[in-house]
């Protein structure tokens, strides 16, 4: 190969692994990082929250989180809407699961100490997605603020 052609193909971007096929444990990442980036900024409370709960949910440790996430973050950009990914989780996680990841939701909106009316939209839409109700979502909210 002339020398041109290979100085050429090392500025091409490799292609991307493909996205895996969104499992709930995904799809709770994917509504994480929806919810962090929906005011337009995804401050760095907002991603070491989401690694935490990442780590916590999965058992792993926080280099497999951060990789979870990186996932996760291209999920949110190039997947399905987040009502897909509320149903994923509300047809196969129960009752008390889907609270969990309310809360989990209020956590990380809750990381950086601001609370953006974009948020929390973004909170409610996937409330009412996941089947869960207005007092739902007033207790995940205030579980998130005791810590």
């Known amino acids: 190969m002339p020398i041109v052609q290979r100085i050429l193909s090392a500025f091409k971007a490799p292609r991307p692994a493909p996205l895996p096929e969104p499992d709930a444990r995904l799809a ?3 509504l994480m990082v929806r919810v962090a980036k929906s ?8 991603i070491q929250k ?5 780590a916590h949910a999965n058992d792993i440790g926080p280099i497999d989180a951060a990789k979870m996430r990186a996932t996760c973050e291209r999920l949110a950009a190039h997947a399905p809407d987040t009502e897909t990914f509320a149903a994923l989780i509300r047809e196969t996680v129960p009752h008390e699961g889907r609270l969990d990841t309310l809360r989990a939701l209020w956590q990380v909106l809750l990381a950086d100490g601001l609370e953006r009316p974009e948020e929390v939209s973004a909170i409610a839409a ?3 997605a996941l089947g869960l109700t207005e007092a739902d979502n007033a207790a995940a909210r205030a579980a998130a603020a005791e810590g």
């Open 126 to 128: 996937t409330c009412a």
């Open 28 to 30: 709770l990442g994917a």
């Open 50 to 54: 989401i690694d935490r709960i990442l």
């Open 39 to 46: 005011d337009e900024s995804y401050r760095v409370e907002e």
